[in-house]
């Protein structure tokens, strides 16, 4: 079975500072990751997807990359806000089934 | 704009007293799935269906149920709430066969056990 992995599990920056966001998972046979976002309390909103095939994806201050071979992805974040607080996700997709694997979330602050 | 709602957004029921939770979209996406999520915890699925086919997760507990009558509704049923089961319940949909299967997520719903 896929085991995501997430870390650091808890993270504090001060505003303006770039980060490093890590996941990485056991079975490279995927057929994409999907990093997403979670707010205290609420549901997860979808940040970025990268199929298997790619091996990067942007989205204005956010860029996600894809090393399938090695079994990990990374979430940047340029000038980190205040904003940006929340926890990160990744879940992957297998080849087979319909199934996502999560990992447990980086919890992001950013300090003003 | 198209999307996954969740209803009610918080449900609070008693100790042993069956509540159903909801579930719907606008996306058209032929597959939907029931997660829990505990503090701090990783969402788990608890099943998913493809179309109409059932998809059980071999660790799901059997007080967990789910009906889908048609393409946009989804519902959870738990029969006989215990304190184990507070959590908060997502749901999400995904389009299989498409180009991309991205998940979309609703709000949640928050369910406190009294």
């Known amino acids: 079975k896929q085991e995501v992995t997430q870390i650091p599990a808890a993270l504090s920056v001060p505003e303006g500072e770039n980060l490093v966001l890590n996941c990485s998972f056991t079975?490279?046979?995927?057929?994409?990751l999907q990093w997403f976002r979670q707010d205290p309390g609420k549901g997860l909103t979808s940040l970025l997807l990268?199929?298997?095939?790619?091996r990067e994806q942007t989205s204005g201050r956010l860029n996600a990359s894809l090393d399938k071979s090695s079994g990990r992805s990374t979430l940047y974040i340029a000038a980190s806000q205040p904003g940006d607080s929340a926890t990160y996700l990744c879940?992957?997709?297998?080849?087979?089934?319909?199934?996502?694997?999560f990992g447990t979330g980086t919890s992001l602050t950013v300090i003003p | 704009d198209a999307m996954v709602i969740q209803n009610p957004r918080y449900q609070v029921t008693q100790f042993g007293k069956p509540v159903t939770l909801s579930c719907s979209q606008t996306?058209?996406?032929?597959?939907m799935y029931w997660y829990q999520q505990k503090s701090s915890q990783a969402p788990k699925l608890l099943f998913h269906?493809?179309?109409?086919?059932?998809?059980n997760e071999a660790d799901t507990p059997d007080n967990f149920q789910s009906r889908r009558p048609n393409t946009s509704f989804c519902f959870l049923d738990i029969r006989s709430p215990g304190l184990g089961d507070a959590a908060m319940y997502l749901c999400?949909?995904?389009?299989?066969?498409?180009?991309?299967?991205?998940?979309?997520f609703g709000p949640g719903t928050r369910l406190t056990v009294t």
């Open positions: 879940a992957v997709r297998g080849n087979t089934g319909n199934q996502f694997y």
């Open positions: 996306l058209n996406h032929n597959v």
């Open positions: 999400a949909t995904s389009r299989a066969g498409g180009s991309s299967y991205e998940q979309y």
């Open positions: 269906y493809y179309d109409k086919d059932f998809n």
């Open positions: 990268i199929q298997s095939s790619q």
């Open positions: 079975d490279s046979a995927i057929y994409n």
